[in-house]
T-cell receptor, first 114, second 115 residues
């Protein structure tokens, strides 16, 4: 069964360092997303990406964050200068059509900022 | 803006008993509603979804949910709990905008099954 894969599963970094989280969405999907879940809190939407551009982003997704799909298969989330409050589980998701809301999530990348 | 409220951050039921996880939504447009399950150390998996067709929706693993517009509710039920149902359950709502499947999640309900 096709699945969304994410790497790394866990990354520890120092505050101020750049981090890149990688995702390989399901191959025929067109819509891509990043969500995050701070420990003990709800899953929060960060950004959606369609047709090679951001279609929507949340208030959390400030100038320190960026996304790209560099090679048609990977979908990356970059945090330019990490802060302590960026520590969270980051989930990548993909979907194959609009309006259904059936997103397929990866297992997450746990980011710990020290 | 859409939102969902899940009543009860922790629910415990005995094996074989009814499972009822509550979700109420708020939406200015007809909502799309979803239940996702998260097993330990895994990602989110879709259990079931409501997209304005039948109000009683059946999902995987014997779960179902009923959309009640008058009560703005979308509660998740399963007649008989199994040990493997222990997980965290998230209700979510979508605005269904074109090219955008943004989901707004509830805070989650951790389901514990008592042997």
């Amino acid at each position: 069964e096709p699945e969304v894969t994410q790497t790394p599963s866990h990354q520890v970094t120092q505050m101020g360092q750049e981090v890149i989280l990688r995702c390989v969405p399901i191959s025929n999907h067109l819509y891509f997303y990043w969500y995050r879940q701070i420990l003990g809190q709800k899953v929060e939407f960060l950004v959606s990406f369609y047709n090679n551009e951001i279609s929507e982003k949340s208030e959390i997704f400030d100038d320190q964050f960026s996304v790209e799909r560099p090679d048609g298969s990977n979908f990356t989330l970059k945090i330019r200068s990490t802060k302590l409050e960026d520590s969270a589980m980051y989930f990548c998701a993909s979907g194959d059509r609009a309006y259904t809301g059936e997103l397929f999530f990866g297992e997450g990348s746990r980011l710990t900022v020290l | 803006a859409q939102s969902v409220t899940q009543l009860g951050s922790h629910v415990s039921v005995s094996e074989g008993a009814l499972v009822l996880l509550r979700c109420n939504y708020s939406s200015s447009v007809p909502p799309y509603l979803f239940w996702y399950v998260q097993y330990p150390n895994q990602g989110l998996q879709l259990l079931l979804k409501y997209t304005s067709a039948a109000t009683l929706v059946k999902g995987i693993n014997g779960f179902e949910a009923e959309f009640k517009k008058s009560e703005t509710s979308f509660h998740l039920t399963k007649p008989s709990a199994h040990m493997s149902d222990a997980a965290e359950y998230f209700c979510a709502v979508s605005d269904g905008g074109f090219g955008n499947e943004k989901l707004t999640f509830g805070t989650g309900t951790r389901l514990t099954i008592i042997p």
